[in-house]
């Protein structure tokens, strides 16, 4: 046994999202059942060891007794505290803001008539173009601490704003960067195929050769996944196929924005190529999110960004009750159609707008969320050997965190058992 450097003591109720053994802990809750697992611990304590890692959770009686003289102690107060959060799905690094096309949005334009009008991401593109990696990194450090506020100890960062080489490397130097400067875990994510540029639609098909092309780099520049746009009006589902499966033979992992306007078949192409996750899914079809689970998808649902856009949020219900998908939830945070780094309003919304429990949105933020980005084992659940990522409330119980709306009861967190905020 390691010495223990951190003592979390008198947690008046911990949800460590753990199922028992190591093995089941290193996989997603899939479906009704087990998303309501919490692996609730009542009068808890956290021993955490010198590498920032987690030496003993359990009842404080036991846990307590292998602190020593030099162990730091934290009295938590009774309070309620479970894993830190994953937010497995932001377009953190990027230029500019997008609240000029709010009254167009208003008057009934919708995503793809503002993309078609070179507006939307078309902005954020030029913007993250003509803005200097020092302006891009204040900006995403900025929000990054606003994450960590709210609870978010793990962030996956997508490029998808220079829609050009240079500018994709950018993205990820940035975030890079912000990865060694932050507490933070960053997970990177490639996507050149976030829209094609209204000057290559001529030639769309030799754009999506540069897309394969770009792939190669952006990895070998530490973007572990590579995610694709499919949808109506922007990337067909054959050359997101196309796409994907150059990306995975080079051994990059994938995700897809699948179906959030239009069942397109998105659902669909993330089973057959084997995604990790397939995000937004607002009009996925039952067929395809009945394939996902067959083939181990995780459903990543942004009820934020459906929120802003004012539209119907994915059917999570369905998701989890008959099709058994292990779901997660993500910020999406992004200028145009998700501008909130407030990672507990997602979880609000979880709750009130996609009809999840206050367990499943719980398990969709921490343990499915760590999932959803290939961490399932290292993150998103408080066992002996993960790291001492966790979230220490002011509220008298879980579902108070989350009808209470809006606002933050994050009162400190930890990452890799040092203090980063409260
Ligand atoms: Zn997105």
Redesign the pocket.
């Known amino acids: 046994m390691k010495r223990v450097a951190l003592l979390i003591d008198n947690i008046g109720l911990l949800w460590t999202m753990s199922a028992g053994s190591e093995q089941e802990d290193a996989r997603a809750f899939c479906g009704r059942e087990q998303m309501r697992q919490v692996g609730a611990l009542e009068n808890a304590a956290i021993a955490v060891d010198g590498e920032g890692r987690i030496a003993a959770v359990g009842k404080r009686r036991t846990v307590r007794d292998l602190a020593d003289a030099g162990t730091m102690v934290v009295d938590a107060q009774g309070a309620f505290a479970c894993p830190g959060f994953v937010d497995p799905?932001t377009?953190l690094v990027h230029g500019g803001s997008r609240e000029s096309e709010l009254p167009l949005r208003l008057a009934g334009a919708g995503y793809l008539d503002i993309l078609r009008a070179g507006g939307g991401i078309m902005k954020t593109v030029r913007d993250t173009r003509a803005s200097d990696p020092a302006e891009l990194f204040a900006k995403a450090s900025a929000s990054l601490g606003r994450m960590r506020s709210f609870g978010v100890t793990a962030v996956e960062a997508?490029t998808g704003y220079g829609l050009e080489l240079d500018t994709e490397r950018k993205q990820l130097a940035v975030a890079n960067a912000l990865a060694k400067a932050s507490p933070n875990t960053l997970v990177q994510t490639a996507l050149p195929a976030h829209a094609i540029p209204p000057s290559r639609m001529a030639d769309r098909d030799q754009y999506v050769e540069d897309i394969v092309r770009m792939l190669p780099v952006l990895h070998s520049d530490g973007a572990e996944f590579a995610d694709a746009f499919v949808e109506d009006g922007v990337f067909t589902v054959a050359e997101g196929r196309y796409i994907l499966q150059a990306a995975k033979r080079i051994g990059m992992k994938l995700k897809i924005?699948a179906d959030e306007m239009v069942s397109c078949g998105g659902a669909e192409l993330a089973a057959e190529v084997g995604a990790v996750s397939a995000?937004?899914l607002l009009a996925a079809s039952n067929e395809g999110l009945g394939q996902m689970a067959q083939a181990g998808v995780v459903a990543v649902c942004?009820p934020g960004t459906s929120f802003y856009l004012q539209k119907r949020p994915a059917r999570a219900r369905f998701m989890i009750d008959e099709a058994g998908l292990a779901v997660a939830v993500a910020s999406?945070y992004?200028p145009g159609s998700s501008p909130s780094e407030n990672f507990g309003l997602t979880m609000s919304l979880s709750l009130l707008s996609l009809g999840m429990s206050p367990e499943e949105v719980f398990v969709a933020a921490t343990r499915n969320a760590a999932a959803a980005v290939d961490r399932a084992g290292e993150l998103g659940v408080l066992r002996p050997g993960r790291l001492a990522d966790l979230v220490i409330f002011d509220a008298p119980n879980p579902a108070y965190v989350l009808t209470h709306y809006g606002v933050s009861h994050v009162r400190s967190v930890y990452v890799k058992g040092q203090r980063v905020y409260g």
């Open positions: 799905h377009h997508k924005h995000d937004h942004l999406d992004n």
